[in-house]
C-alpha cells in the first residue's frame, strides 16, 4: 500500500510547494526558492522575520515561525508549513501578496 501512496503524496506535495514558492516569489520583499523535498518553505524576507511572523499572525491570520527559531542561520527567513488544505493555502498567498503590496 505504501508502494502505491508515497508517489502519490509526493507528487502533490511537490506540486503544492512549487505553487506556493512561485506565488511568494513575486511578492515584493519576498525571495523564496522552492526546495527539493519537504512540504516546508523558509522564504528569504526583507526586515525582522520575528515582526513580520507576529504582524501576519496579528492581521493575516496566518501562523508562520521566524527563522531564527531554527537558529542564527535562519535569521531573516519565515518557516512555512503546507500541511494544510489547498484551499488554506490559497487563501494565506492571496492574503500575503495583497497586505505586502499595501506595505
Not at 494565506?92 to 499595501?102: G, K, S, W, Y
Amino acid at each position: 500500500l505504501s508502494d502505491e501512496l508515497q508517489p502519490r503524496y509526493r507528487a502533490h506535495f511537490q506540486k503544492r510547494v512549487r505553487r506556493a514558492a512561485e506565488a511568494l516569489d513575486k511578492v515584493a520583499g519576498i525571495d523564496c526558492t522552492i526546495p527539493e523535498a519537504g512540504f516546508f518553505l523558509f522564504p528569504r524576507v526583507e526586515g525582522d522575520e520575528t515582526q513580520i511572523a507576529r504582524r501576519w499572525l496579528d492581521e493575516l491570520d496566518i501562523a508562520v515561525l521566524p527563522g531564527t527559531a531554527f537558529g542564527e542561520a535562519g535569521a531573516g527567513h519565515l518557516r512555512i508549513s503546507l500541511s494544510c488544505s489547498d484551499a488554506d493555502i490559497d487563501r494565506a498567498l492571496d492574503r500575503i501578496a495583497h497586505a505586502e503590496a499595501l506595505a
